[in-house]
């Protein structure tokens, strides 16, 4: 009874662990300047999360570049090819910025158009904070743009890009002079943990009295 009694603690605790992982997945990006990893916030953002994650496991980022670089602001891509052609893309999802995370540096949010609610799969990557791209209203004015995740590995390659020299390429601006590719987008496993020790109250032995 003892043993049982713990293999179901233990059994618990794991899987508290791996509900807290996958609530916070993270995905690295491979790019031609060096590698980013983000980790996603699926509590505050689920839906666009769980939207983000199936373009990655799509493949959907790979061979996609950072096709709008704006120094002193942020970093964009994940819906271009190199010869700016975009890729094609499932419907919109549902505008979550009014989940209380901020466009502040090392942030990932999603890029949309006028629409509060277009964006797809393009994303970007905020260099500063831009205090003015948070949600303030549900109105096409207010709705700002919804951070769903943040930068915890290689903010120089992030840095690096956005001191990337840039041009302007038919119609559209500050597009990097050599191209910036997301060569691989995966999601990484999350690292074993060991489940903690449980403590199981002694039973009473019945033969004594």
Request: aromatic letters at 6%; glycine letters at 8%.
């Amino acid at each position: 009874m003892k043993s049982k009694l713990a293999s179901i603690v233990t059994a618990l605790v794991f899987t508290t662990v791996v509900s807290a992982n996958a609530a916070n997945p993270k995905v690295k990006f491979e790019t031609t300047s060096g590698v980013i990893i983000v980790e996603l916030n699926a509590k505050a953002a689920p839906k666009t999360v769980e939207n983000f994650l199936q373009y990655v496991k799509e493949g959907h980022y790979n061979g996609t570049v950072f096709h709008r670089v704006i120094k002193g602001f942020m970093i964009q891509g994940g819906g271009m090819k190199a010869d700016l052609s975009e890729k094609p893309t499932r419907p919109p999802v549902a505008n979550e910025a009014d989940n209380g995370l901020k466009n502040e540096i090392g942030t990932i949010a999603m890029a949309r158009t006028m629409d509060p609610n277009s964006a797809t799969a393009q994303f970007f990557i905020n260099t500063v904070n831009n205090v003015g791209l948070n949600f303030r209203s549900k109105d096409a004015e207010g709705w700002g743009y919804c951070v769903f995740g943040k930068v915890v590995g290689g903010m120089a390659t992030v840095s690096a890009i956005e001191n990337a020299p840039t041009k302007d390429a038919g119609m559209y601006q500050n597009v990097p002079v050599a191209p910036i590719e997301i060569t691989k987008a995966t999601i990484m496993e999350a690292a074993p943990v060991a489940p903690k020790a449980a403590t199981v109250p002694a039973s009473k032995d019945s033969t004594k009295k």
